[in-house]
């Protein structure tokens, strides 16, 4: 199946997504978030061909928020979960950072996990149990832990609380911060060893439902702000503390919490 998923998620950007990078233009939904005509075609066209693979309910970014929560209630024994294009500001200003992220979930939890980056051809991917792996290669790709204050974090302020943002600021335990704009993908470069740390205030389902395996499958370590347990973190709008290295995990958590 994972083979399968992986086909199907390359042949699906190669079609929607890479032809209309650069020509579409920018609609906004009512939040504010922006969405595009490649974002629709490609949750409609991933939709039908995942279904084929393995038929039940289906929650995509792009669907109205009460047949999202209509589709997860309906498919505990098997769901698809679904960013169309994750990063879709970075995708429509030119900058080559967005992924089409896809999940199976099962009880509640992801047991596959496919994050691809179409302009990188960086095809990120992991099942429950079998590892985590970058086109073939097994993650991580770096195996060297620096000291906690030599870290590079990616860190997404505008999501963090006031208290926190302003001591991350201006205490910051680690080397250097980031953020490009994609949560599957900062998921997938923590599990790479690109990143060190990572955090993030507050996820929707489809930010965390692949990336969030992918890191785990690597060998890394999450939490949320509240709970040791991410998945017992709230559905909709999770937050993440997460590390690759279980100590640098520990430290960073523990700073994370005695700062907010």
């Not at 209309?20 to 978030?33: N, P």
């Not at 209509?70 to 960013?83: F, K, V």
């Not at 596959?112 to 079998?130: H, R, S, T």
């Amino acid at each position: 199946m994972l083979h399968e998923v992986i086909s199907t998620v390359r042949a699906v950007a190669q079609q929607e997504i890479i032809p209309r990078y650069l020509k579409v233009a920018r609609q906004r939904k009512a939040d504010g978030s922006l969405f595009t005509e490649a974002d629709l075609a490609t949750q409609e066209a991933l939709s039908r061909e995942l279904q084929k693979i393995h038929a039940g309910a289906v929650v995509g970014e792009e669907m109205p928020e009460q047949e999202q929560i209509s589709q997860w209630r309906a498919g505990e024994a098997g769901l698809w979960c679904m960013d169309p294009i994750d990063g879709t500001s970075n995708f429509v200003n030119g900058l080559p950072y967005f992924a089409v992220s896809v999940a199976l979930m099962q009880n509640g939890k992801s047991v596959l996990g496919v994050v691809y980056n179409p302009v990188a051809d960086e095809m990120f991917y992991a099942e429950q149990g079998g590892g985590a792996f970058l086109n073939g290669e097994k993650l991580p790709l770096k195996e060297h832990v620096p000291p906690f204050r030599n870290a590079i974090a990616n860190v997404d302020l505008k999501r963090l609380g006031p208290q926190l943002a302003q001591n991350i600021c201006l205490q910051w335990p680690f080397s250097s911060q980031r953020n490009y704009g994609s949560c599957a993908l900062e998921w997938c470069y923590t599990a790479a060893g690109r990143f060190d740390l990572y955090l993030h205030g507050g996820q929707k389902l489809w930010d965390y439902a692949a990336g969030c395996l992918i890191l785990k499958e690597a060998g890394g370590h999450m939490c949320g702000f509240n709970e040791n347990d991410f998945w017992a973190e709230p559905l909709w709008q999770r937050s993440a503390i997460a590390a690759l290295d279980r100590g640098l995990f520990e430290q960073w958590r523990d700073w994370i919490r005695a700062h907010r």
